[in-house]
């Protein structure tokens, strides 16, 4: 089951936080800005010699100061109307993280923010559906996959697709 929270990412206490990253890995506002403060200079440290990261990529680091011991820097596509294929790379940032976190080996837990959902602009419903997809398609492998979401209406959103709504 994909437990769906509402919360600030950098507080849980998971193996890894995926973070809503931009190709620079530089951080920036947002989700992205939460993780980089909390987890110190080190992670943009980290994060920018793995720079540039594709749209539809990741790349992992250490969390540092995070309760998280690992980040994985996810970089969803910017929204541009639904006919770029916004949607195929919206779902290859989730499947990127998922193969990071398999790969590591030690990552039982994982939370994902809504990727793309605020400053790149993606409709949050579509988005979801995306998310939870693969979400459920690889979740087996996990002992926990969070959906961390950050406003309530995302929060329904996620909760409506879970339900089968
Ligand atoms: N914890 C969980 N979710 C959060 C947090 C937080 N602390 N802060 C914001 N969010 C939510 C937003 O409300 C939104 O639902 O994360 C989702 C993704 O929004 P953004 O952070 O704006 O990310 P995105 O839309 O993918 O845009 C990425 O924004 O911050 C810059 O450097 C980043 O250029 C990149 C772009």
């Known amino acids: 089951m994909i437990d769906i929270i509402r919360a600030d990412i950098t507080t849980l206490d998971v193996d890894a936080i995926v973070n809503a990253a931009n190709s620079s890995l530089a951080g920036g506002g947002g989700v992205d800005g939460a ?3 909390a987890a110190g ?3 943009a440290q980290a994060a920018t010699r793995l720079a540039p990261c594709p749209t539809g990529d990741a790349v992992i680091t250490p969390g ?5 011991r690992f980040v994985i820097h996810a970089v969803g596509p910017v929204w541009h109307g639904g006919t770029h294929g916004e949607a195929a790379l919206l779902r290859r940032a989730y499947e990127r993280s998922f193969a990071l ?3 590591e080996g030690s990552i039982a837990s994982i ?4 990727i793309s959902t605020g400053v790149y602009g993606y409709p949050k419903r579509d988005a979801a559906e995306i998310a939870l997809e693969v ?3 690889h979740e087996v492998r996990f ?3 969070v959906a961390c979401l950050f406003d309530e209406e995302s929060v329904r959103i996620y909760q409506e697709l879970q339900s089968g709504e």
């Not at 939370?111 to 809504?114: E, L, R």
Request: net charge positive; glycine share 4%.
């Open 41 to 43: 200079p080190e992670l």
């Open 143 to 145: 002992d926990r996959v």
């Open 35 to 37: 993780i980089h403060r």
């Open 64 to 68: 540092f100061r995070l309760a998280a």
């Open 101 to 103: 976190a398999a790969g």
């Open 135 to 137: 979400m459920r398609a």
């Open 111 to 114: 939370a994902f923010p809504a």
